[in-house]
């Protein structure tokens, strides 16, 4: 068992609040996934527990901390932060950092890559260009008039139904 403090810089108290949720319950989440302790006073933060726990939740408060500069937090956004890169992965944060996360925004709000593969996925749509069939220069043919000639058909011994061009 090891006891880290951390300090939370700026001490906002509205980003704070945000942090901890209502009745610390963004903090007790954090301690019942990671199986820590975690003690505050104002900005200042104790977390007890075993080596590699202490530092997962470092890691997990200050990641969630920078966001709350940006969004409201919920109990899910700090689960899915937890779960985000996996505990193994937050350990490791220092050979990840270089690469920069990559969030979209639409109507319904922002889209970000909780692991590696969605995380480079998403890296690669803001790199590369789209194109769509509707850009084309040519207009666009319409697909169902080749499917006219096709009819329904049903093979003799299984049954299942297909479709044909007739004889």
């Keep these: 068992m090891i006891s880290q403090e951390i300090s939370l810089a700026p001490a906002d108290n509205s ?11 963004h903090l007790r989440q954090i301690e019942s996934r990671l199986q820590v302790e975690i003690a505050n006073r104002g900005n200042q933060f104790k977390v007890t527990g ?7 939740a470092c890691a997990v408060m200050q990641k969630l901390f920078a966001s709350t500069e940006k ?35 639409t109507k319904c709000g922002m889209i ?11 890296r690669k749509i803001v790199t590369h260009d789209i194109i769509s069939a509707w850009d084309r220069p040519e207009p666009a043919k319409p697909i169902w008039p080749s499917l006219a000639p096709l009819r329904h058909c049903k093979a003799k011994r299984s049954g299942k139904s297909f479709w044909c061009v007739p004889p």
Excluded: W
Excluded at 112 to 122: A, F, T
């Design 71 to 105: 969004e409201h937090l919920t109990a899910e956004s700090v689960h899915l932060a937890m779960q985000d890169s996996s505990i193994d992965e937050l350990l490791d944060a220092p050979a990840t950092s270089s690469q920069q996360n990559v969030s979209i925004k």
């Design 50 to 56: 075993l080596d590699s726990s202490v530092k997962a």
């Design 15 to 25: 980003r704070l609040s945000n942090f901890c949720g209502q009745f610390d319950e």
């Design 112 to 122: 970000r890559g909780r692991g590696l593969n969605q995380q480079e996925y998403l």
